[in-house]
């Protein structure tokens, strides 16, 4: 079975072009459920922090906790945005036919590094 050319200036073929794509569109599903999970969980967290605030036996501990519980969700909200971007920019990638080209040096990618993280827009070496 002979293997197809590049396509545009990315140098991965049609076929591997669109077993990432696949990839890229699990990644895309399981990030936007993960988001949706944890915005909510930081929506109960605010209306058990505002639940506490009205009573009147509220202790110093249990507000650092939730207060240190919200930081932690924040943090891990922006991460999985961040991943979400990084995934919508790599689909473009793929439909504008430079998927798989690094954006600092402008050598591929090596295969090893997308299959481990399909959104990777930069080479190993360029991230060092």
Request: aromatic share 4%; proline share 3%; charged share 35%.
């Amino acid at each position: 079975m002979e293997k197809s050319s590049p396509v545009d200036n990315t140098p991965l073929t049609e076929e591997e072009l669109e077993h990432f794509g696949k990839k890229l569109n699990i990644e895309k599903e399981q990030a936007e459920l993960k988001l949706e999970q944890l915005k909510s969980d930081l929506d109960e967290l605010s209306e058990g922090a505002a639940d506490n605030q009205s009573s009147q036996d509220h202790h110093q501990a249990d507000i650092a906790s939730m207060e240190s519980r919200k930081t932690t969700l924040l943090s891990q909200i922006e991460q999985e945005q961040e991943k979400l971007d990084q995934i919508t920019i790599a689909l473009d990638r793929i439909a504008d036919g430079n998927y798989g080209i690094c954006i600092e040096t402008g050598r591929p990618i090596q295969k090893e590094r997308l299959e481990f993280m399909p959104y990777a827009i930069r080479s190993v070496v360029a991230k060092r």
